[in-house]
């Protein structure tokens, strides 16, 4: 059973760094040809694709959002980290971290996120 | 960048009526890369649909996935009490590497 499992400090104040971390269990973060990933939630609206990481190291990320996020792996914990600074109020949000099969996964399309983890929220408020 | 266009915004449903919602594309999604999910207050979205029509693992019949190009539904047969919940879709763009969510449509209570 794979899960996903969201760690960080709740709240933070404007202008300094958010660190998240994803704990992987139940799969590998460098298991070909799988994307590890982070979205976010604001309260009361939609999910926003921040960006992505493939096991390779390798990332990608949503062009509005570019310049302030840096996602990486750390293989021998078997986490996915995400980075954010100069946080604003804009930036308060549940964040999930979820995984995507590239479609050359067996019994895979590609590109959707099969699991998710329970999300944490991080509130920026000073 | 691909907009994906979702509509109704609230859809008033009464248990075991049929459930028809819209994701409209701004362009192509090419390869069908569109995904459909199931989010109830304070849980994490569920797969429901991939690949626009392909169920995900332990997804009920009664939830189907049609469409192709720009233009995708997501069909409930028959509501029952626990799909009463926001639904997502999200497509995949290959060409600029860039995953993108609706707005979301909420089935809530007739």
């Known amino acids: 059973q794979v899960r996903l499992l969201e760690s960080g400090p709740g709240l933070v104040k404007p202008s300094e760094t958010l660190f998240l971390t994803c704990t992987v269990s139940?799969?590998?973060?460098?298991?070909?040809?799988?994307?590890w990933s982070w979205i976010r939630q604001p309260p009361g609206q939609s999910l926003e694709w921040i960006g992505s990481?493939?096991?390779?190291?390798?990332?990608i990320y949503s062009p509005s959002l570019r310049s302030r996020f840096t996602m990486s792996l750390d293989r021998s914990q078997n986490q996915v980290s995400l980075t954010l600074t100069s946080v604003t109020a804009a930036d308060t949000a549940v964040y999930y971290c979820?995984?995507?099969?590239?479609?050359?996964?067996?019994?895979?399309?590609?590109?959707?996120?099969?699991?998710w983890g329970q999300g944490t929220l991080a509130t920026v408020s000073s | 960048e691909i907009v994906l266009t979702q509509s109704p915004g609230t859809l008033s449903v009464s248990p075991g009526d049929r459930a028809t919602l819209s994701c409209r594309a701004s362009?192509?999604?090419?390869?069908?890369?569109l995904a459909w999910y199931q989010q109830k207050p304070g849980q994490a979205p569920r797969l429901l649909i991939y690949?626009?029509?392909s169920r995900a693992i332990g997804i009920p019949d009664r939830f189907t996935g049609s469409g192709s190009a720009t233009e995708f539904i997501l069909t409930i047969s028959r509501v029952e009490p626990g799909d009463f919940a926001v639904y997502y879709c999200?497509?995949?763009?290959?060409?600029?590497?860039?995953?993108?969510f609706g707005q979301g449509t909420k089935v809530e209570v007739k």
């Open positions: 999200q497509q995949y763009d290959r060409l600029s590497s860039v995953w993108t």
């Open positions: 690949g626009a029509s």
């Open positions: 139940g799969a590998s973060v460098s298991t070909a040809n799988y994307y």
């Open positions: 979820a995984r995507a099969p590239a479609p050359y996964v067996p019994g895979s399309s590609g590109y959707y996120f099969d699991y």
């Open positions: 362009q192509i999604v090419s390869g069908n890369f």
């Open positions: 990481v493939f096991y390779s190291g390798r990332t």
